[in-house]
């Protein structure tokens, strides 16, 4: 089975560049997470979509970055403009929602983004 | 104060030592607790989870949890150099919420 599929893996762009992040989570997960980590730091979560529904956008900085999962599978994130402390790994993550306290969140390879 | 306090370290210990890693965080409504290892450029994987207060072992994993105390521990018996990497304690509500709430994690190295 494909673990969750993210493009691409590096990028590279000057400040004020728009930027767009891929995901594919794995098949029949209904669940799909963004989360930012920061060099050094754990990864903390920007959206959390339950089928296309994003349930948990509070982390999200709305005045830059956006999101969307359409039909519930793909989702991309993307960011406009970029800044320099937008400079990080931007992880995708999948999981099965159910009534049990543990759904184990599957990572996704990351997109590591360097902001010149 | 950050919700998941851990010791960033470096924690080093040598080759068939007990490895602790420790970490409390500050939700008392937190009711599931994880431990993700992360090699250097790579993703989170789960290694381990627990929601009951006591020890939950798993070959050579034991994941402690003391809820009165809001400490969550991991012990690595037999460390091998393999298991060098960053190990991210995370915890999350109960209630339906997915959120997962990191720590900054704690880097291992084994020394053979």
């Known amino acids: 089975e494909a673990g969750v599929v993210q493009s691409p893996r590096y990028k590279i762009i000057e400040k004020k560049q728009p930027v767009a992040f891929w995901c594919n989570p794995i098949?029949?997960?209904?669940?799909l997470y963004w989360y930012l980590q920061n060099l050094g730091q754990g990864p903390e979560l920007l959206i959390r979509?339950?089928?296309?529904?994003?349930?948990?956008d509070s982390q999200l900085p709305k005045d830059r970055f956006s999101a969307e999962r359409l039909k519930g599978v793909d989702s991309t994130l993307k960011i406009q403009p970029a800044e320099l402390g937008d400079s990080a790994v931007y992880l995708c993550a999948s999981s099965l929602l159910g009534l049990s306290s543990y759904n184990e969140q599957f990572f996704g390879p990351g997109t590591r983004l360097t902001v010149l | 104060q950050k919700e998941v306090e851990q010791n960033s370290g470096p924690l080093s210990v040598p080759e068939g030592a007990i490895a602790s890693l420790n970490c409390t965080y500050s939700d008392r409504g937190s009711q599931s607790f994880f431990w993700y290892r992360q090699y250097s450029g790579k993703s989170p994987e789960l290694i381990m989870f627990i929601y009951s207060n006591g020890d939950k072992e798993d070959g050579r994993f034991t994941a402690q949890l003391n809820k009165a105390s809001q400490y969550v521990s991991l012990l690595i018996r037999d460390s091998q150099p393999s298991d060098s990497a960053t190990y991210l304690c995370?915890?999350?509500?109960?209630?339906?919420?997915?959120?997962?709430?990191f720590g900054k994690g704690t880097k291992l190295t084994v020394n053979p």
């Open positions: 995370a915890t999350k509500t109960q209630g339906g919420s997915e959120k997962l709430v």
């Open positions: 098949s029949g997960h209904n669940t």
């Open positions: 979509y339950e089928n296309e529904e994003a349930v948990d």
